[in-house]
């Protein structure tokens, strides 16, 4: 089946370190996104890309960045941790050819990130 | 801006209860709207969606319909299961700026009991 997988799933790091999450997915979409989960806040969006060329800082991009390899790729740095990006991270993906104007998403199984 | 606003949870039924989720919207645009839904350590998946005024989304027996006058897209579910527990998010997606850009509610968690 075609996917969006993440790794790593589960992450444990010290304030102050650098972090990758990458993402990949197989569905062959143009589109892809990092969100971030918080109880209370639902899923915010901290960056999105339309094609590897095409970068954008959504709602929530302070202190982080992001690398869209290939269109299959697309990781996101923590460059130095804090405790307050303690989150559940998503990857996300949309198709602008099948997608038509309703952009749906489909999501990665996340990573789950604390920060010490 | 968007927003949306969901009822909060959690929710706790009883197996075979009719379920309602709240949902109001506000949108600057004509938006499409949807339904995610979240289990237990996987990403979220799309449950429904409607893409414009009076259109009914369902699946897997949950419907919600599209409510211009009210700015609504409630979720229900006419007999919920244990399998139904989960977390679901509304989410709206607005074409206007020339990005759909898609806005998540905060989530509702629900669980079924036996």
């Known amino acids: 089946d075609a996917d969006v997988t993440q790794t790593p799933r589960n992450r444990i790091t010290k304030t102050g370190k650098r972090i990758m999450l990458e993402c990949s997915q197989t569905?062959?979409?143009?589109?892809m996104y990092w969100y971030r989960q918080d109880p209370g806040l639902g899923l915010r969006l901290i960056y999105y890309?339309?094609?590897?060329?095409?970068?954008n800082k959504g709602e929530i991009s302070d202190g982080y960045s992001v690398s869209r390899q290939a269109q299959a790729k697309f990781s996101l740095s923590l460059e130095s941790a804090i405790p307050n990006q303690t989150a559940l991270y998503f990857c996300?993906?949309?198709?602008?050819?099948?997608?038509?104007?309703?952009?749906?998403?489909?999501f990665g199984p996340g990573t789950r990130l604390t920060v010490l | 801006g968007n927003s949306v606003t969901q009822m909060e949870g959690p929710v706790t039924l009883s197996e075979e209860a009719f379920l309602t989720i709240n949902c109001t919207y506000t949108?600057?645009?004509?938006?499409?709207l949807f339904w995610y839904v979240q289990y237990p350590g996987e990403g979220l998946q799309l449950l429904l969606k409607?893409?414009?005024?009076?259109d009914k989304g369902s699946n897997k027996g949950f419907e919600a319909t599209y409510r211009k006058e009210t700015t609504s897209f409630h979720l229900e579910k006419g007999s919920v299961q244990v399998s139904d527990s989960a977390v679901y998010f509304c989410?709206?997606?607005?074409?206007?700026?020339?990005?759909?850009?898609?806005?998540f509610g905060t989530g509702t968690k629900l669980q079924v009991i036996p």
């Open positions: 989410a709206l997606s607005d074409p206007s700026g020339g990005y759909q850009k898609v806005t």
């Open positions: 890309s339309f094609d590897v060329k095409d970068i």
């Open positions: 569905k062959g979409h143009d589109r």
């Open positions: 409607a893409t414009k005024a009076d």
């Open positions: 996300a993906t949309s198709d602008r050819r099948t997608g038509g104007s309703y952009n749906e998403q489909f």
């Open positions: 949108a600057t645009g004509y938006p499409s």
